[in-house]
């Protein structure tokens, strides 16, 4: 992890074991929906980005407030203390991608996604 970095080590372990992802939203209405941490790509700028197919009230509250959460996490990789299995909160800011390079990018290895979702990490705080 380098100095200004905002996703750890640790955190990029994780995603190399399967595990669910909650995405929360809020905006409109309060919504949640899963994704899987094989679904995730991390770009060189440490944006995250979903394969999206479903997403209609993310993105609707996206459009009104682009704050979201992450919940992301593995049994399979040691946290504090050697603790059986961690997870991260990110926190961020949700936007939609429909056209350009990394849209492409992403069809290529997701050929199901609609659009991509794109979140700027803000913070990302590992749990346990």
């Known amino acids: 992890m380098t100095e200004k970095s905002k996703l750890s080590d640790k955190f990029h372990e994780v995603l190399t074991h399967e595990g ?23 770009t060189e700028d440490e944006r995250i980005l979903i394969p999206a197919y479903g997403y209609r009230i993310t993105e609707k509250n996206v459009a009104v407030n682009p704050h979201i959460k992450l919940s992301v996490g593995s049994k399979n990789v040691a946290g504090y203390k050697n603790y059986p299995g961690t997870g991260f909160i990110i926190t961020g800011r949700g936007s939609f991608i429909t056209s350009g390079a990394e849209y492409d990018m992403m069809k290529e290895k997701f050929d199901f996604l609609t659009r991509v979702f794109e979140v700027t990490v803000d913070k990302a705080i590992q749990m346990l």
Not at 20 to 42: A, C, D, K, Q, R
């Open 20 to 42: 669910i992802v909650s995405v929360m939203s809020w905006g409109i209405e309060p919504h949640l929906v899963n994704t899987w941490n094989s679904f995730l790509v991390i």
